[in-house]
């Protein structure tokens, strides 16, 4: 059994329009190693710095992996990790 | 262009009145493929910011497993601007992450927010590139199945 990889809208160019993609790894950085190897240049719309990017989330069965040890968050096999671009924005600059 | 039925175009507005200073965010959810704004889901600003806004991260992905379930796409995606106009701000562009979605801004600014017309203005935001669109408001959607309309009241 495989990780299920949900990927948002904005990011299936590089999945070639898949919303699903099989995943790989025993943490999320392991999984977004194998993303890339998969899927070229994705890698770098999560990671900035070796941290995931402030406006992505990214979730391990329903979990922000802000609160579970962000991208050293443990990951097995039958999970599944859904990434979803923050909805913000607002008239101050960030 | 962005149709949009008045109840839901009213609703927008009352929620960017009802929690000004702070800007008021949240999401038309519609068919998938539709491009019709249907059911309205306003969102907490888990920032309380009058100059930020950003959907709780565990709001999101509820949200998101709803949209999915229904097969609805967000189809409009909203906030307000409490002081300035209606306009996507740099930050707005540089985090609008829904290629397909209709932008609303509404500006609650100059007294906006306790009586008078509040602008209220459309946008898709795609590759960091904003282009505005006209808005129609219609008192309900012509092509809408009478069996949709009654489940929508």
């Given at each position: 059994?495989?990780?299920?990889?949900?990927?948002?809208?904005?990011?299936?160019?590089?999945?070639?329009?898949?919303?699903?993609?099989?995943?790989?790894?025993?943490?999320?950085?392991e999984v977004i190693?194998?993303?890339?190897?998969?899927?070229?240049?994705?890698?770098?719309?999560?990671?900035?710095?070796?941290?995931?990017?402030?406006?992505?989330?990214?979730?391990?069965?329903?979990?922000?992996?802000?609160?579970?040890?962000?991208?050293?968050?443990?990951?097995?096999?039958?999970?599944?990790?859904?990434?979803?671009?923050?909805?913000?924005?607002?008239?101050?600059?960030? | 262009?962005?149709?949009?039925?008045?109840?839901?175009?009213?609703?927008?507005?009352?929620?960017?009145?009802?929690?000004?200073?702070?800007?008021?965010?949240?999401?038309?959810?519609?068919?998938?493929?539709?491009?019709?704004?249907?059911?309205?889901?306003?969102?907490?600003?888990?920032?309380?910011?009058?100059?930020?806004?950003e959907f709780d991260?565990?709001?999101?992905?509820?949200?998101?497993?709803?949209?999915?379930?229904?097969?609805?796409?967000?189809?409009?995606?909203?906030?307000?601007?409490?002081?300035?106009?209606?306009?996507?701000?740099?930050?707005?562009?540089?985090?609008?992450?829904?290629?397909?979605?209709?932008?609303?801004?509404?500006?609650?600014?100059?007294?906006?927010?306790?009586?008078?017309?509040?602008?209220?203005?459309?946008?898709?935001?795609?590759?960091?590139?904003?282009?505005?669109?006209?808005?129609?408001?219609?008192?309900?959607?012509?092509?809408?199945?009478?069996?949709?309309?009654?489940?929508?009241?």
């Amino acid at each position: 059994m495989a990780i299920e990889v949900r990927i948002p809208t904005i990011l299936r160019t590089y999945t070639g329009g898949e919303r699903v993609v099989d995943g790989a790894g025993s943490t999320v950085t392991e999984v977004i190693d194998q993303l890339e190897t998969d899927h070229a240049g994705i890698k770098e719309r999560l990671i900035e710095n070796g941290e995931a990017r402030r406006f992505v989330n990214i979730y391990v069965n329903d979990e922000d992996i802000r609160f579970t040890g962000n991208l050293q968050t443990p990951v097995a096999d039958g999970d599944t990790v859904v990434i979803l671009p923050a909805v913000a924005g607002g008239s101050a600059d960030v | 262009m962005l149709t949009i039925d008045r109840a839901t175009h009213d609703a927008i507005i009352a929620h960017a009145r009802r929690d000004h200073p702070d800007e008021a965010c949240g999401v038309v959810a519609g068919p998938a493929g539709s491009d019709r704004p249907a059911r309205h889901v306003p969102m907490l600003n888990a920032a309380m910011s009058p100059t930020f806004y950003e959907f709780d991260s565990g709001d999101l992905l509820r949200l998101y497993r709803e949209m999915d379930d229904n097969d609805e796409d967000p189809v409009v995606i909203y906030h307000s601007h409490t002081a300035t106009e209606a306009y996507p701000s740099r930050t707005d562009v540089n985090l609008a992450g829904e290629p397909g979605a209709h932008y609303v801004l509404v500006s609650t600014r100059d007294g906006a927010h306790e009586s008078g017309p509040v602008d209220f203005r459309s946008y898709r935001i795609v590759d960091g590139e904003v282009t505005e669109e006209e808005v129609r408001v219609v008192d309900r959607y012509d092509t809408a199945p009478i069996t949709q309309q009654k489940a929508e009241h």
